[in-house]
Nanobody
């Protein structure tokens, strides 16, 4: 089974960019759908986006569509979350999650769908 490990969080000014990495430990991501979620203080964990097993399909939440991009390297060992045009509302702990089942539709956006989670990485955007 795979264990996601996030890195790349930090502090950035509004309008800036940041890239998060999710590395696969114990396996590769070739057999897993990988998603990014985030959780701001006092709020529920929310879906950011997801990428298919092969890395050819992605979906995003409305709040990040057009600003964030998820990609997967050819070796399927790392998934990236490129975040552009950041705002203070993007401040949160970002989590990488993976699941080996064939997920479609609304299930892709649900926290309880994913079996494997990373420890999270903090992203802080200042105004």
């Amino acid at each position: 089974q795979v264990q996601p490990v996030e890195s790349g969080g930090g502090w950035v000014q509004a309008g800036g960019s940041l890239r998060l990495n999710c590395a696969a430990s114990g396996d590769t991501f070739s057999r897993y759908i990988v998603a990014w979620f985030r959780q701001a203080p006092g709020k529920e964990r929310e879906f950011v986006g997801a990428i298919s097993r092969g890395g050819y399909s992605t979906i995003y939440s409305d709040s990040v569509q057009g600003r964030f991009t998820i990609s997967k390297d050819n070796a399927k060992t790392t998934v990236f979350l490129q975040m552009n045009s950041l705002t203070p509302e993007d401040t949160a702990v970002y989590y990488c999650a993976a699941d080996g089942t064939l997920l479609t539709g609304a299930r892709l956006r649900l926290v309880n769908t994913y079996s494997y989670w990373g420890q999270g990485t903090q992203v802080t955007v200042s105004s």
